[in-house]
């Protein structure tokens, strides 16, 4: 019984496919023209003998500034663009996101898409139509659990093979050129760039120039030419479709030109990036210490739920060594007993360690926040502090995209996803990785480790904002913000108290 509740909570987890772009009722594109004087190899010839021996470092805190600096880099690119994401929403900012991808595809560039198999809501005639473009390749991690697959054929899927089809790759890269690449908490999907109308994230990512970018592409290759990753072809079709049609993106540009899709304002940031791209080579940190660690496809193949990876060890020794103090911003936090034994030495070391989670007011799994609760006072006991993210964090008001305010008379519930760690005020860690056994066992993950006390303070900088009582409560054996929550999300939280924390 409890085998067939698991299963079911995540055959509902993947989506219904979205329903088609809609026609649009004038041409809203005739306006809008590509610099065609721009490139990226010219936007970076200030900065291009540092990219040979350094790896330049630039912190992207909010959602709008991240979403610009992807679009603008896809109208720039000139040879390749390889995406690799655990989400890839066909929301606005999903949408808006193929739009540039093809745009890019017709100057020739070649555009390589990876995208998880459980997480996959698009329809299949969008998703064929984006891969029918001569210079795009789709490929899903995975498959067997979502894409094209009945609800039999998923039960079957998770009975038979349960640990197979809960490793799921939870990899983020944006990389251009091979020169630039964008990689941290964000999917692509309107929460993660403050473009929902009702609920946001908090989150970061980091922007990578140079000597870095090896070892990331190395990655992405890795996953792009595993076993686990298949070309959407070999797994939908559709009957009768036209891919020959030289305007079946027409509804695609129409919808992201459309100034009611995507705000002008935005675009207009896009436009004049150049500009900010000439002053941002002036803030970033050209290091020689910067890491980047991935999991391999399909994580471990140890039997059970259990068996680790390279982005979990590589977690534990940088905490085993911490001195002073641990600053960690976690989404889902779910420690196992060898965790709490971690946290727990550390402390009794003198380290000082901080932990910013959702609360259960604003948190988007419940599932991930009751296995929290249960382990809540144990973790308390380990002697770390915990600050639980309020979901009307006075912070939002200049985190979230300025656009997103002048349009709406209100402001949504902001919720934490930033998986970002601060050793001793001289490490800085940005990541896909979760506090919780499915990043440790399950999920493929990546993490950016960078050794600067410049960065550093920083990324600390906007974490003390967040542990400040406008932000965050402050978690004790006395006291929790449970009773802020909806009575829903209290219902919810202890209705699935079953699951096992090994799979959360």
Not at 39 to 56: H, I, N, R, Y
Not at 379 to 400: N, Q, S
Not at 460 to 486: C, I, K, R, Y
């Amino acid at each position: 019984m409890r085998l067939l509740l698991i299963t079911l909570v995540f055959i509902l987890a993947c989506s219904s496919p979205k329903n088609e772009i809609p026609v649009a009722e004038k041409d809203f594109c005739s306006s809008i023209h590509r610099n065609d004087s721009l490139s990226l190899t010219g936007a970076l010839t200030p900065v291009s003998d540092s990219m040979k021996t350094k790896s330049g470092v630039y912190v992207l805190e909010d959602g709008g500034g991240s979403l610009v600096a992807r679009a603008w880099l896809a109208e720039y690119a000139e040879k390749t663009i390889d995406i690799q994401y655990f989400i890839f929403s066909p929301d606005n900012v999903g949408l808006i996101a193929c739009d540039y991808l093809v745009r890019a595809a017709d100057r020739g560039v070649k555009v390589r898409l990876l995208v998880d198999d459980v997480m996959v809501d698009a329809g299949i005639h969008e998703i064929l139509t984006l891969d029918s473009h001569k210079n795009i390749d789709i490929k899903i991690y995975n498959p067997g659990v979502n894409l094209g697959k009945n609800i039999l054929s998923k039960v079957k899927k998770f009975s038979s093979d349960f640990k197979g089809a809960n490793q799921r790759m939870h990899n983020k890269t944006f990389i251009v050129d091979g020169k630039v690449c964008i990689t941290g908490g964000r999917n692509i999907a309107d929460e993660y760039f403050d473009y929902d109308h009702a609920y946001n994230f908090r989150d970061r990512d980091v922007m990578l120039l140079g000597n870095v970018n090896a070892d990331i592409a190395k990655s992405f290759e890795d996953f792009w030419t595993s076993k686990l990753s298949v070309p959407v072809t070999e797994l939908v079709s559709e009957e009768e479709a036209n891919y020959a049609d030289t305007a079946r993106f027409d509804r695609l540009h129409q919808y992201a030109c459309n100034p009611e899709n995507f705000w002008p304002q935005v675009r207009e940031r896009i436009q004049n990036l150049h500009k900010g791209f000439e002053g941002l080579q002036a803030h970033l940190v050209w290091l020689d210490d910067v890491h980047f660690v991935s999991d391999a496809p399909g994580k471990n193949d140890d039997a059970g739920l259990g068996g680790g990876g390279v982005s979990t060890d590589t977690l534990i020794q940088l905490i085993k060594k911490a001195k002073r103090s641990v600053d960690i911003q976690s989404p889902y936090l779910i420690t196992s007993d060898l965790g709490k034994k971690l946290l727990k030495e550390a402390v009794d070391r003198g380290v000082k360690i901080r932990i910013l989670t959702n609360s259960m007011a604003s948190t988007d799994n419940m599932e991930a926040f009751s296995g929290y609760k249960r382990d809540r006072e144990k973790l308390l006991a380990t002697g770390v502090r915990i600050f639980e993210f309020r979901p009307d964090a006075k912070e939002r008001y200049e985190v979230m995209t300025g656009a997103l305010q002048e349009k709406l008379n209100y402001t949504p519930i902001f919720g934490l996803h930033a998986k970002s760690m601060v050793i001793d005020g001289e490490i800085v860690v940005i990541g896909t990785f979760n506090l919780d056994p499915r990043s440790a066992n399950l999920n493929t993950e990546c993490v950016t480790i960078i050794r600067s006390a410049k960065v550093a303070a920083g990324v600390l900088e906007g974490m003390e904002t967040e542990f400040t009582p406008d932000n965050s409560w402050e978690t004790t054996t006395t006291f929790n913000p449970d009773s802020v929550a909806s009575r829903n999300k209290r219902l919810k939280t202890w209705s699935v108290r079953m699951i096992p924390k090994d799979i959360l």
